[in-house]
């Protein structure tokens, strides 16, 4: 089965420009999540999508931070304005329901690379 | 959130066993421990998944006491391929919320 898409896979924009990021899921999979990963750190949750509602978003900066899943499918991330700190990679990962399937297991994208300089 | 504590690096040499523990203090009663791996320029990609006692899989063993304070992944015969980043998480039973700590990176030689 095809996995998870994300586009572009590299970005460099200067700060205070805006940026944005697709995501496109495995097929079937209700969950969807946003995380940043700055190098030498795992994972951070920034969203968590089930079908196009937000579950948690906790740790989303949404002064310039926002994010949607149309339709229950893909879904879009977006900084604006950027700053230095959010130079990092940004990892979209899609999961079925546990109920469904018994497990937790997430399935990650390549990620973005964003350069913020 | 729970939060888990492992060995910043591994190094192991080609076709040895490798063991990492880790140690999730605060685990919920409804959490599963599940681990994780990472290449460079690569999302993380799920290795294993238990709850209590012993899993093992095609590529790893999961080993988790009674009291599911630590957990330890097993790694068979490793190969230079297996060099990566080894992440140890604990999440609630109730969603998917997984978090990441920093991992171990293991290194392996020829």
């Known amino acids: 089965e095809a996995g998870v898409a994300q586009s572009p896979r590299y970005k460099i924009i200067e700060k205070r420009q805006s940026v944005a990021f697709w995501c496109n899921p495995i097929?079937?999979?209700?969950?969807l999540y946003w995380y940043q990963q700055i190098l030498g750190q795992g994972p951070k949750l920034l969203i968590q999508?089930?079908?196009?509602?937000?579950?948690?978003d906790s740790q989303l900066p949404k002064d310039r931070f926002s994010a949607e899943r149309l339709k229950g499918v893909d879904s879009t991330l977006k900084i604006q304005p950027a700053k230095l700190e959010d130079s990092a990679v940004y990892l979209c990962a899609s999961s079925l329901y546990p109920e469904a399937s018994g497990t937790y297991e997430q399935y990650f994208g390549p990620g973005t690379r964003l350069t913020v300089t | 959130l729970a939060k888990t504590t492992q060995p910043i690096s591994m190094d192991s040499y080609e076709g040895q066993e490798v063991n990492i523990t880790c140690s999730h203090n605060?685990?919920?009663?409804?959490?599963?421990i599940t681990w994780y791996q990472q290449f460079p320029s690569q999302g993380p990609r799920f290795i294993i998944q238990?709850?209590?006692t012993k899993v093992t899989n095609e590529v790893a063993s999961l080993f988790i006491p009674a009291d599911r304070k630590s957990s330890t992944l097993s790694l068979p015969r490793v190969s230079l391929s297996d060099t990566a980043v080894y992440y140890c998480l604990s999440g609630p039973g109730g969603g998917n919320k997984l978090t990441f700590g920093t991992g171990t990176q293991l290194k392996v030689e020829l």
């Open positions: 097929s079937g999979h209700a969950t």
């Open positions: 605060n685990i919920a009663t409804n959490d599963y």
């Open positions: 238990g709850y209590k």
């Open positions: 999508f089930q079908n196009n509602g937000v579950v948690d």
